[in-house]
């Protein structure tokens, strides 16, 4: 039995403490706009008194990964224990991750870190919270497995599925905070229908697809309004794959001018600073994203039709070389007024999508969702797409892209 007046016990509760508040504040703000003085400041306590507790702040963001990874060991085991098919135990981690939410919000549980800049840490601290991560990934593709043994799941591919279905409850971080406490019942049970029906009105055929062209003109040595833009592009796919790889704090211009073979000179010319070029990097994503919705919007027969043409083309983009998009658990790493601009453009681009959902409805290729629940889920899906390209070498696209969405038009359930 632990004892209140034990000094372990109560260095625990002190650490725990600790690491609750530090990951809040990584979550909400991000670990480059987070500083010791901050999360000392939150608890009461001086900065000398913190360095006690942990080194640097590297130490700390690693020890809060360690606790959001034994959170998750926690999940799985408990959606495993008493479920007799692979459908109930996915189903399962669904709820108790959301129950797990709610404790938090309500102060029954301390906070656990979005594990969003694991490339950040030192090497064999890198190289434990990905082994852990992977070994989360393992379990739930075990379940999907599980399924479609006892015949509860439809036939998936197995890697494509479980980042899917990782993609929405992970995406739940932007989201769910938001949603008013009455209606969070509600949510999760609109959630768990479309993991398991999907958002088709009825069984929908993801075949073999032609992307759009993108600009392949060949470009004009002597145009150096041209010459530049294609330098400033390769600066923000550059730029991009780093910050979606490494994280804010841990992608270095130096490194992005050597990848690319030019001098610092030539990379200031074209981008300010690195804050900078976050923030182009986002308004890049969001031009792509536009340009595939309008391309969907002409080519789409129906709702779901357009809403699968959007996503097949992000996908298409996120593993090619017009790619990759960038990742939006970087945008807390932005500073306040460009991260408010993001959200605004976000917001428009959200619109766009939510009249598909809508048009989908009422033509009677979507089912009867909430549409704001569709719009997450896109989201969710779209910014998780290059976690593929890591778990699974593949060329062909249209194959992927088709197993990917499998779950988002017809659900997992047999």
Not at 254 to 275: C, M, P, R, W
Not at 315 to 344: A, C, K, T, V
């Amino acid at each position: 039995m632990k004892t209140p007046f034990s000094r372990n016990h109560q260095h625990e509760i002190k650490l725990q403490t600790i690491l609750s508040e530090a990951a809040r504040l990584f979550n909400y703000q991000g670990t480059r706009a987070t500083t010791l003085g901050d999360i000392a400041t939150r608890i009461g306590l001086t900065k000398t008194s913190l360095y006690y507790y942990a080194r640097n702040k590297s130490e700390l963001v690693y020890k809060c990964y360690l606790v959001s990874c034994d959170a998750g060991d926690e999940i799985m085991a408990e959606a495993a224990q008493g479920s007799t098919t692979g459908l109930e135990c996915l189903l399962n981690f669904v709820k108790i991750f959301f129950a797990r939410g709610d404790e938090i919000g309500q102060h029954r549980r301390p906070h656990v870190a979005m594990l969003t800049e694991i490339p950040t840490l030192a090497a064999e601290q890198r190289k434990e919270i990905e082994g852990r991560v992977d070994q989360h990934f393992d379990t739930l593709m075990g379940f999907f497995q599980q399924g479609i043994e006892d015949g509860s799941i439809s036939e998936c591919a197995p890697i494509p599925t479980t980042q899917a279905f990782l993609s929405l409850v992970n995406w739940s971080y932007v989201w769910y905070g938001r949603t008013p406490l009455e209606k969070r019942p509600a949510a999760i049970e609109e959630l768990i229908e479309l993991i398991k029906h999907g958002i088709s009105a009825r069984p929908y055929s993801l075949g073999a697809i032609e992307f759009p062209e993108m600009n392949r003109r060949l470009p004009d040595g002597f145009n150096r309004e041209e010459q530049n833009d294609l330098k400033r592009v390769a600066f923000l796919r550059a730029g991009s794959m780093m910050f979606n790889q490494r994280g804010y704090m841990g992608t270095s211009l130096d490194e992005i001018a050597s990848q690319l073979d030019v001098t610092k000179g030539a990379f200031y010319y074209h981008i300010k600073n690195k804050e900078d070029l976050l923030f182009q990097c986002f308004k890049r994503t969001l031009e792509l994203e536009n340009q595939m919705i309008d391309l969907a919007s002409n080519a789409g027969e129906n709702g779901a039709g357009k809403i699968e043409l959007i996503m097949r083309y992000l996908f298409n983009i996120q593993n090619s070389d017009e790619g990759p998009l960038i990742r939006y658990r970087s945008l807390p790493s932005m500073n306040p007024d460009h991260r408010q601009d993001i959200l605004q453009m976000t917001e428009g681009t959200s619109e766009r999508i939510g009249t598909f959902i809508v048009e989908g409805i009422n033509d009677g290729s979507i089912r009867g969702v909430d549409p704001s629940t569709v719009e997450n889920v896109i989201a969710g899906a779209v910014d998780a797409m290059p976690g593929i390209s890591r778990r699974m070498q593949f060329t062909d696209n249209s194959k992927v892209s088709a197993e990917y969405l499998q779950l988002f038009f017809n659900g997992i359930a047999r």
